[in-house]
């Protein structure tokens, strides 16, 4: 792991990594909501609106992922000190959140036709708005942490430690619609089965995989941007210092 | 009283926000990551 710790041989693979990422992330993602509101049959119960399946779940999955991906840089950050594992935390914290924010968005306005309802206070939506919050949290905070490291200070490991501390959310949301009753649906898709028909499901984890890819192009795009800022603030206060 | 919806209308806002608001991250991502970068190269050059 401690082989990729060197920037330039990070920035060496992302060149290559982000387009081989991006373009079928876009092709996949783009291709399957088109493919699921074009072909996929509306539902008995749902109608048409059973369609926003292909746009919201994929949301609500990368909005988790990318806690997920805080949580999990944030022990190595921590545990091993990786230098690269602060910053793609960082990364990955704005698109996670912007699939956060589409997932709550999605969901009201498919909840609207299907409930009756744009919001309720259930154990679900109200543990899905709560890591919206906690992602702005974690935004202000390593902004913070990078300017008091630019000024020498050490408060580089408080953001690692809110990621890790806001990780319990994730099993909440997860759990919330067996925990708790819910206007949200059961689970539907768990370990080794899945409740949805074929011609929703595929379409769905293809358009959910090609969302992943986008993510993943995202958070590459974010750590070269990070890397790039930390190198130019390096050297004018190298520079400044004579 | 029976509140008659256009599910379509329902399904297309909420595709043309997701398409909208992924094509608006990317963008501002790749962006962000060129000017960054340039910034670094020009300071690197001074």
């Not at chain 1, 997860?174 to 949200?184: A, C, D, G, K, Q």
């Not at chain 1, 059961?186 to 984890?205: E, K």
């Not at chain 2, 992924?22 to 962000?32: C, E, K, P, R």
Request: one cysteine or more; charged letters at 15%.
């Amino acid at each position: 792991m401690h082989g990729f710790a060197n920037p330039a041989r990070f920035l060496r693979i992302a060149r290559w990594l982000l387009p081989v990422l991006l373009v079928p992330g876009l092709v996949l993602s783009f291709g399957a909501i088109a493919w699921g509101v074009a072909f996929a049959p509306p539902d008995h119960l749902m109608g048409v609106t059973v369609k926003i399946l292909f746009i919201h779940v994929p949301c609500v999955w990368l909005g988790m992922a990318g806690w997920s991906t805080i949580a999990v840089s944030s022990v190595v950050e921590l545990v091993w000190r990786h230098p690269l594992a602060g910053i793609a935390a960082r990364a990955a914290a704005v698109p996670g959140a912007v699939f956060t924010a589409l997932g709550l968005i999605t969901g009201s306005i498919w909840g609207r036709p299907t409930w009756g309802t744009w919001w309720v206070w259930d154990g679900r939506l109200t543990s899905f708005l709560v890591l919206l919050f906690l992602y702005f949290g974690y935004i202000a905070l390593a902004d913070a942490a990078q300017r008091d490291a630019a000024g020498g200070g050490s408060a580089g490991r408080i953001p690692a430690i809110f990621g890790l501390v806001g990780a319990i959310n994730i099993p909440i949301i997860n759990r919330s619609v067996v925990w708790w009753n819910s206007l949200h649906q059961p689970p539907s898709i768990t370990m080794g089965r899945s409740a949805i028909d074929g011609t929703y499901l595929y379409p769905l984890l293809i358009g959910a995989l090609g969302f992943s890819l986008v993510f993943g192009a995202v958070v590459v795009a974010r750590m070269r941007m990070l890397l790039a800022q930390i190198q130019t603030e390096a050297r004018l206060r190298r520079k400044a210092l004579g | 009283m029976h509140e008659r919806l256009d599910q379509w209308e329902f399904v297309w806002a909420a595709l043309v926000i997701v398409v909208i608001g992924t094509v608006v991250m990317v963008g501002w991502s790749l962006i962000a990551m060129v000017h960054a970068e340039r910034r670094r190269d020009a300071v690197r050059r001074k």
